[in-house]
């Protein structure tokens, strides 16, 4: 079996979560949340989390703001501001730049906010190497679709990166002399967050309890309980690698979290030099092709090239279908697929190799049969 672990990341909590999960290890918050100490956007489950989260912080009476309550007036937030901190430390804390200052990070879309995150993770690592001259952008090898993005979305993209890019300026002041490239890098890391970016999701009870894992999975049996579970998206993600593999309506690695790490275990056996793929929502069996076609072209801008969708599959035939009424019939019969068969048969793929064909009632005789059953009734 094939695990893949991928760590190099960045992530960013969906706003539907914000109250209800750990803004750091997306985890379900508990009754006593930790506050970031600058600022109302983000809780914690614990201090670890708010370390990691917001770093070292420097207490004194100009940077310290009451945050213990989700009622503070955002209009006298958004006059505070915080000194800004050169990090000093290997670890660069993901939300220290959105503390203090125009209370940005809770207006701006989940992926312009991500956005900025990889952008700080790239000053803050040059700053800690000493190259703070200059600040240009990370050049990042992922792909982007800015040229066929429609002219709506790349209007929205440029406004973003300078709305995106003052709020950067702010907070690290004139610490940093800026390349006059940086608001077209900053677009097209807008544009490259995009299309790479993976939804976090975990397993939430819907019979009100705490949040499952898909690693501790669920026994009916040993718990001799029924319980229904949910997959619930909290956040969004980059990950280096993972961003690298493409969609297939038919995976072959299935993808799941513990936190913030991204776990690929393969589910079926992969030959030598065959593509890692898995799925990026839509798969054969729960949609039929002309739906999966259009969730990815909705969601992700591609035409779905897969191997599944380049052939009808009997999944895609009868997911959608009416069970034929004829009792001598073994197959379901699908309204649109009916029509368009020759000979009053559909040749149906049931996998790569195997070929069979569907044989479909005469609509005709199938009238007659209700027509009978009626008059039986
Ligand atoms: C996260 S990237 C995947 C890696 C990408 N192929 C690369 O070379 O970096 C997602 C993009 O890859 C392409 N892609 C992924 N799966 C695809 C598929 N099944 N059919 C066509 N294009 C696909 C699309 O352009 C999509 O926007």
Redesign the pocket.
């Given at each position: 079996m094939l695990r893949i672990l991928l760590l190099r990341c960045m992530q960013i909590i969906l706003k539907s979560c914000r109250e209800t999960h750990c803004h750091y290890c997306f985890s379900e918050a508990p009754a006593d949340v930790v506050f970031c100490p600058l600022c109302t956007i983000p809780v914690y489950c614990s201090r670890k989390c708010q370390e990691q989260a917001v770093g070292g912080i420097s207490w004194n009476q100009d940077t310290y703001l009451e945050s213990n309550s989700n009622a503070v007036d955002l209009g006298i937030l958004s006059l505070t501001s915080t000194r800004c901190m050169a990090p000093n430390s290997k670890q660069i804390a993901e939300h220290r730049h959105e503390c203090g200052g125009a209370h940005w990070a809770a207006v701006l879309p989940a992926d312009i906010v991500l956005a900025g995150r990889l952008m700080a993770q790239y000053i803050d690592s040059r700053m800690l190497t000493g190259k703070s001259s200059a600040i240009s952008g990370p050049n990042l090898d992922?792909?982007q679709?800015y040229d066929i993005d429609s002219p709506t979305s790349k209007l929205e993209s440029h406004i973003c990166a300078i709305v995106l890019l003052l709020c950067l300026q702010k907070h690290y002041r004139s610490d940093l002399s800026w390349k006059e490239e940086t608001l077209s890098q900053l677009v097209l890391l807008i544009c490259q967050v995009k299309?790479?970016s993976i939804a976090i999701v975990c397993m939430k009870s819907m019979d009100g309890g705490q949040g499952l894992t898909e690693s501790k999975g669920y026994s009916a049996a040993d718990d001799a309980v029924m319980c229904s579970v949910e997959q619930v998206k909290v956040a969004q993600a980059i990950y280096m690698s993972g961003?690298?593999?493409?969609?297939?309506c038919r995976p072959n690695v299935h993808a799941y979290f513990h936190s913030r790490t991204l776990f690929l275990r393969s589910t079926t056996y992969i030959n030598s030099g065959s593509p890692v793929e898995l799925s990026y929502g839509p798969q054969v069996g729960e949609m039929n092709l002309v739906k999966r076609q259009k969730s990815l072209q909705e969601n992700?801008?591609?035409?779905?090239?897969?191997s599944s969708c380049s052939e009808l599959h009997l999944s895609d035939l009868v997911i959608d279908s009416f069970c034929c009424p004829q009792s001598s019939c073994l197959g379901a019969v699908s309204e649109s697929t009916c029509y368009k068969s020759e000979k009053n048969c559909v040749h149906v793929s049931v996998d790569e190799s195997d070929i069979c064909k569907l044989s479909l009632p005469h609509v005709s005789k199938v009238d007659e049969d209700i027509e009978k059953r009626r008059q039986h009734q």
């Amino acid at each position: 079996m094939l695990r893949i672990l991928l760590l190099r990341c960045m992530q960013i909590i969906l706003k539907s979560c914000r109250e209800t999960h750990c803004h750091y290890c997306f985890s379900e918050a508990p009754a006593d949340v930790v506050f970031c100490p600058l600022c109302t956007i983000p809780v914690y489950c614990s201090r670890k989390c708010q370390e990691q989260a917001v770093g070292g912080i420097s207490w004194n009476q100009d940077t310290y703001l009451e945050s213990n309550s989700n009622a503070v007036d955002l209009g006298i937030l958004s006059l505070t501001s915080t000194r800004c901190m050169a990090p000093n430390s290997k670890q660069i804390a993901e939300h220290r730049h959105e503390c203090g200052g125009a209370h940005w990070a809770a207006v701006l879309p989940a992926d312009i906010v991500l956005a900025g995150r990889l952008m700080a993770q790239y000053i803050d690592s040059r700053m800690l190497t000493g190259k703070s001259s200059a600040i240009s952008g990370p050049n990042l090898d992922l792909i982007q679709h800015y040229d066929i993005d429609s002219p709506t979305s790349k209007l929205e993209s440029h406004i973003c990166a300078i709305v995106l890019l003052l709020c950067l300026q702010k907070h690290y002041r004139s610490d940093l002399s800026w390349k006059e490239e940086t608001l077209s890098q900053l677009v097209l890391l807008i544009c490259q967050v995009k299309v790479n970016s993976i939804a976090i999701v975990c397993m939430k009870s819907m019979d009100g309890g705490q949040g499952l894992t898909e690693s501790k999975g669920y026994s009916a049996a040993d718990d001799a309980v029924m319980c229904s579970v949910e997959q619930v998206k909290v956040a969004q993600a980059i990950y280096m690698s993972g961003s690298l593999f493409n969609h297939s309506c038919r995976p072959n690695v299935h993808a799941y979290f513990h936190s913030r790490t991204l776990f690929l275990r393969s589910t079926t056996y992969i030959n030598s030099g065959s593509p890692v793929e898995l799925s990026y929502g839509p798969q054969v069996g729960e949609m039929n092709l002309v739906k999966r076609q259009k969730s990815l072209q909705e969601n992700y801008k591609f035409t779905c090239q897969c191997s599944s969708c380049s052939e009808l599959h009997l999944s895609d035939l009868v997911i959608d279908s009416f069970c034929c009424p004829q009792s001598s019939c073994l197959g379901a019969v699908s309204e649109s697929t009916c029509y368009k068969s020759e000979k009053n048969c559909v040749h149906v793929s049931v996998d790569e190799s195997d070929i069979c064909k569907l044989s479909l009632p005469h609509v005709s005789k199938v009238d007659e049969d209700i027509e009978k059953r009626r008059q039986h009734q």
